[in-house]
């Protein structure tokens, strides 16, 4: 079977990481389209009035499926906090015959996560963002398996873009 040359881009990482400010300016550069598990999910709840557990996943992988049958580059951007999930993107791309390149994001100085965390704009209508403490006590599953991370405390945006097309560009090359 001939491999598709679509790259599904798995963006990863806990809520005030940088992974969405970070995955929505990489969309010109690697040429993709851009789907958020947020707005998903909020669009569920609001459209059909019921608490979404494992719903906006399973939507998205359906969206990024369409999109990488078509040749589109994909980014996805969501918390993706254990490694059913992780997995089950993998196996979308694998499904299509396309290559996909796992994205963690992590803020390792703590005060300024939780500075993040505290002064963000919540950019989706009636989403809650989650709390400080929330966000401390939710479960987050160790990697099983290689992949970039990017860690975005005390740096701009533009630093990690630069940083995150070089190890994309290395990871390509090695693949």
Not at 22 to 51: H, P, S, W
Request: hydrophobic share 35%.
């Amino acid at each position: 079977m001939k491999e598709n040359k679509a790259f599904l881009y798995i963006f990863s990482g806990l809520p005030g990481t940088g992974k969405s400010t970070l995955a929505k300016k990489m969309v010109r550069n690697l040429n993709a389209i851009y789907l958020r598990i947020d707005t998903i999910e909020q669009g569920i709840r609001d459209l059909c009035n019921f608490n979404v557990q494992g719903e906006g996943y399973e939507l998205a992988y359906r969206i990024i499926e369409d999109n990488l049958k078509l040749g589109n580059n994909v980014i996805t951007d969501q918390c993706n906090p254990i490694n059913l999930t992780r997995n089950e993107f993998n196996s979308v791309a694998v499904k299509n015959n396309c290559k996909y390149i796992n994205i963690e994001t992590i803020c390792s100085n703590i005060s300024e996560h939780k500075n993040r965390i505290e002064k963000r704009e919540n950019e989706i209508e009636n989403l809650k963002l989650p709390t400080w403490e929330e966000i401390q006590n939710r479960k987050y599953e160790s990697w099983e398996e290689d992949h970039i991370i990017i860690d975005t405390a005390n740096k701009s945006i533009n630093e990690c873009i630069n940083e995150l097309i070089d190890k994309i560009k290395f990871w390509k090359e090695v693949d």
